[in-house]
Every structure is written in C-alpha cells, then in structure tokens.
C-alpha cells in the first residue's frame, strides 16, 4: 500500500508544471501515533461511547467520522493517511473530504473537499497496512498562506463501509471530534452538524495530514509518552508543549519550521516487549517498535526531539535497559535518516505522584540516573533541560503551581505539568540550538 500511494505522489507531481513541481515540498503537517484496537488506551475526559459504539468488537457500522486536526502548517494541496495498523480485518473506507472547521461538527460553506486513493472514491486497507490519499487541493489556502488560517482546524470526514472490526485509534487527543450513529451511512460531504449527533476526545483510523508547500520546511518530531501527547493540558486548547514550541518557531521563522506530535499516554521507551491486537497495553506499542511509522515515514523530517522513560520505571524497567533502549533508537534513526537531528529532553519529576508505581523514591532515582546520561552521553546533538524547568529543589517534586490539573480539573497528580507547567517547557527550549539558526 505505502508503493502505491508513492506512486500516485509521483504521478500528481509529474502532472504539475515543472516551475511548480520543482518548488513543492510534501510536509508532515499534523500526526497522531496510533495504538488500539479501541478501547484500549488512555484517553481524557472521553464522553460515554456506547451509543456511538454499542460493541468494540464490531467497531465502526457504515457510519461516518469527522476528525478535527490543527494543521501545523498550511498548503495549497493535502493528503491524509488512514491506518488500519491494529485492526484485525480489512476496512473499507469511501467518501472521504476535507475542509476548514466552522465550529463544533461544522464545515465552513464551500470548504469541503473530496479525497480519492489511487483515483477511486473507495479504498480497502488491510489489517497492519496504511494507506496514504491522492493530493486534494485547497482552494480556500493561497500561497502564501493567509496568516488569519493559523490555528485554524481541518475537519477530516470518512465513512466506514460495513464494520471495520477492532479499530485503530489514538486515545488522548484532547481535541472534541465527532461521530455519528452506526448505520446511518455516508456524511462526509455534509457540511452541517445534524449529521454527527456523538462528540469524542480520541481520533479514529487517521494518524497523518500532509500538506504541499511552496517553500521548503523542516519537520521536527515530539516523540514520547503522556506529557508529550500532553496529559493534564486543556481540552481543544492546544497547549501541550509541543504547541508551544510551534508558536514559538513561527513567530521567530514563520513556517520554515513544523512541528508535529507522536505521543502516546502511558508510552514506554523498551516495554512491552510484545504489542498485537490479541494483547495491547494501555501505553501503546514500545517507542523502538514504532520508529519506523511514526518518524521515519513522514515527509520532511529533520528533527526529533525525544522525552520519555518514566513509564519504563513505573513498570520497573533498570535505568541500564532504558539506556541501552535509547541508544539502540538513536542508532537507528541516523541509520534509517542520515543527517537528522536528535535531541533528548530531561524527564519530568514524577516524586510523590498519586500514580503510586511512578512516585517512588526509587524511581526518582532512576529518573536522576537516566538524565545524567542525557546530560553526558555524546550521541545526541543537544539535550533540553524539561527537569529544570519544572523541579522544585526544595521538595524534589514538579512545581506546585505545575500541579493543578487543566483539562479534568482537581488538584493534579504530581506527575503530568498543567498548562503553566507545559508553558513552561516550551519556553525553555533554546530555539537557536534546535534550528541551528539565529532569530
């Protein structure tokens, strides 16, 4: 499948005028790293699914989905990537769109757009395989893109034809998506709300967006676990400290640089050892395990930027393991993606945490190690001081102004930054060491 959609890439390319096609660049614009099958996973403030879907097994019956994305970046082409990777038989996807979100389900006038794979309006993804659209273009973004589009959101429409089976999902979006009844058939083309009566805070099936830029980007990877994908920040408030970077690299550069997000709730560096649709965790596939779909498969990558290992030890897992695991992934990513940048970013405080396996004093010690070894190791090509940013010295904890939760509300867990917190991480990344430019 991953052939075929490069070749139809090729053949779109090879159409366009040669200026045009020589000044293009395919860029990862927005991604979400797959787990599942639904409902396994972490989500945030999930609204009550079993009206949407009465039964897991089944997954998704000849119903329609719109997923609402933040593009990173703008162009005046797109292309998504529907996954089927934890599924365990094939999907049938039709009536594909995209267009520019209005508000809540809705579709702004004349935005919508039809998606096709390989020319057709209906693709059939195989269990473990992926399929990536033909370019679609978007008349409503010009070049350069209107600066009133930033932080504006795409809505992603697709409907599943039959029962698609265990669904692939990413669990913690913390963005409100929408669903609507099983059985009622295709919606995608419908611009109005009527249609999606279901909201959910997970994404379903589509783990990538791409768009076509006229000037060349450089793609940088948050990769990681929760406080990458952002656990405790606000519901559709796009505050993780990846987005805070983002805003960051576009007030200083405008879009030569895109960030986007692999994060998974509960991810670990090494563990588990074994992940498959009969037996998933909660945390996803290994981090080693998905290096391939989730960094080296995006289009324009330059950068990683990686956070994890509390996970590791909450689970027991030897600072040594983690270590060597990092080691291992940082091998293979120059191996597979000769001249990429990777940086490493201190873990977090996790002591005292209400998670009771991952506030042990054993595990801080651990987590000390583990970032002596970021700080002094050689293979890496900068190191990102999270730790600093969020320790209170005097209590070896996360900062108790970091503490209070932001999206579910209470008093926090002493383990995942609130808002102020993830503010926090992403102002203290020196932008001139990750973009080895000045502003």
Same mark, same amino acid.
């Given at each position: 499948?991953? $052939?075929?959609?490069?070749?139809?890439?090729?053949?779109?390319?090879?159409?366009?005028?040669?200026?045009?096609?020589?000044?293009?660049?395919?860029?990862?614009?927005?991604?979400?790293?797959?787990?599942?099958?639904?409902?396994?996973?972490?989500?945030?403030?999930?609204?009550?699914?079993?009206?949407?879907?009465?039964?897991?097994?089944?997954?998704?019956?000849?119903?329609?989905?719109? /997923?609402?994305?933040?593009?990173?970046?703008?162009?005046?082409?797109? $292309?998504?990537?529907?996954?089927?990777?934890?599924?365990?038989?094939?999907?049938?996807?039709?009536?594909?769109?995209?267009?520019?979100?209005?508000?809540?389900?809705?579709?702004?006038?004349?935005?919508?757009?039809?998606?096709?794979?390989?020319?057709?309006?209906?693709? !059939?993804?195989?269990?473990?395989?992926?399929?990536?659209?033909?370019?679609?273009?978007?008349?409503?973004?010009? !070049?350069?893109?209107?600066?009133?589009?930033?932080?504006?959101?795409?809505?992603?429409?697709?409907?599943?034809?039959?029962?698609?089976?265990?669904? !692939?999902?990413?669990?913690?979006?913390?963005?409100?998506?929408?669903?609507?009844?099983?059985?009622?058939?295709?919606?995608?083309?419908?611009?109005?709300?009527?249609?999606?009566?279901?909201?959910?805070?997970?994404?379903?099936?589509?783990?990538?967006?791409? /768009?076509?830029?006229?000037?060349?980007?450089?793609?940088?990877?948050?990769?990681?676990?929760?406080? !990458?994908?952002?656990?405790?920040?606000?519901?559709?408030?796009?505050? $993780?400290?990846?987005?805070?970077?983002?805003?960051?690299?576009?007030?200083?550069?405008?879009?030569?640089?895109?960030?986007?997000?692999?994060?998974?709730?509960?991810?670990?560096?090494?563990?588990?050892?074994?992940?498959?649709?009969?037996?998933? /965790?909660?945390?996803?596939?290994?981090?080693?395990?998905?290096?391939?779909?989730?960094?080296?498969?995006?289009?324009?990558?330059?950068?990683?930027?990686?956070?994890?290992?509390?996970?590791?030890?909450?689970?027991?897992?030897?600072?040594?393991?983690?270590?060597?695991?990092?080691?291992?992934?940082?091998?293979?990513?120059?191996?597979? /993606?000769?001249?990429?940048?990777?940086?490493?970013?201190?873990?977090?405080?996790?002591?005292?945490?209400?998670?009771?396996?991952?506030?042990?004093?054993?595990?801080?010690?651990?987590?000390?190690?583990?970032?002596?070894?970021?700080?002094?190791?050689?293979?890496?090509?900068?190191?990102?001081?999270?730790?600093?940013?969020?320790?209170?010295?005097?209590?070896?904890?996360?900062?108790?102004?970091?503490?209070?939760?932001?999206?579910?509300?209470?008093?926090?867990?002493?383990?995942?930054?609130?808002?102020?917190?993830?503010?926090?991480?992403?102002?203290?990344?020196?932008?001139?060491?990750?973009?080895?430019?000045?502003?």
């Amino acid at each position: 499948m991953k $052939r075929l959609a490069l070749l139809v890439t090729m053949l779109f390319v090879s159409l366009l005028p040669t200026s045009q096609a020589g000044a293009q660049q395919w860029v990862a614009s927005w991604t979400a790293s797959v787990h599942g099958p639904y409902p396994v996973g972490n989500p945030t403030a999930q609204p009550e699914l079993k009206y949407a879907f009465p039964s897991a097994q089944q997954g998704a019956r000849n119903q329609s989905f719109r /997923m609402i994305v933040r593009p990173d970046v703008w162009g005046p082409q797109t $292309r998504i990537r529907l996954s089927n990777a934890f599924g365990t038989q094939p999907v049938t996807f039709n009536d594909a769109y995209v267009g520019l979100q209005e508000s809540g389900s809705a579709v702004l006038k004349a935005t919508n757009q039809r998606v096709l794979f390989g020319g057709q309006k209906s693709v !059939t993804v195989q269990p473990g395989q992926s399929v990536v659209s033909d370019a679609v273009a978007l008349p409503f973004v010009k !070049t350069p893109p209107d600066p009133l589009l930033k932080g504006r959101k795409l809505a992603v429409s697709f409907h599943v034809v039959g029962e698609s089976g265990p669904m !692939t999902w990413h669990a913690k979006a913390l963005q409100t998506s929408y669903l609507s009844a099983p059985g009622s058939g295709p919606h995608s083309q419908d611009e109005g709300e009527s249609p999606f009566p279901f909201s959910t805070t997970s994404w379903y099936f589509l783990d990538e967006v791409d /768009m076509n830029l006229p000037a060349k980007a450089d793609v940088i990877v948050a990769f990681g676990d929760s406080i !990458t994908d952002g656990t405790a920040s606000t519901i559709n408030g796009d505050d $993780r400290w990846p987005d805070v970077l983002s805003r960051r690299l576009h007030a200083a550069y405008g879009d030569d640089f895109v960030v986007v997000n692999e994060g998974i709730g509960g991810n670990q560096v090494v563990g588990p050892a074994e992940y498959t649709p009969a037996k998933p /965790m909660a945390g996803g596939p290994s981090a080693l395990s998905r290096l391939d779909r989730d960094i080296v498969s995006l289009p324009g990558v330059s950068a990683v930027i990686w956070l994890e290992g509390i996970n590791d030890f909450g689970a027991d897992a030897s600072a040594n393991a983690v270590m060597a695991g990092y080691t291992k992934g940082v091998d293979y990513l120059r191996q597979k /993606m000769p001249g990429v940048r990777i940086y490493v970013a201190t873990l977090t405080p996790a002591l005292n945490s209400a998670i009771a396996t991952h506030g042990r004093p054993e595990v801080d010690a651990k987590r000390k190690a583990l970032n002596e070894f970021f700080r002094t190791s050689k293979i890496f090509d900068g190191v990102i001081d999270f730790d600093k940013a969020t320790l209170d010295p005097a209590t070896g904890e996360v900062k108790v102004e970091f503490q209070p939760n932001s999206s579910t509300g209470g008093p926090g867990d002493k383990l995942h930054p609130n808002r102020a917190g993830y503010a926090a991480m992403g102002n203290t990344i020196d932008l001139a060491v990750i973009t080895g430019r000045q502003k």
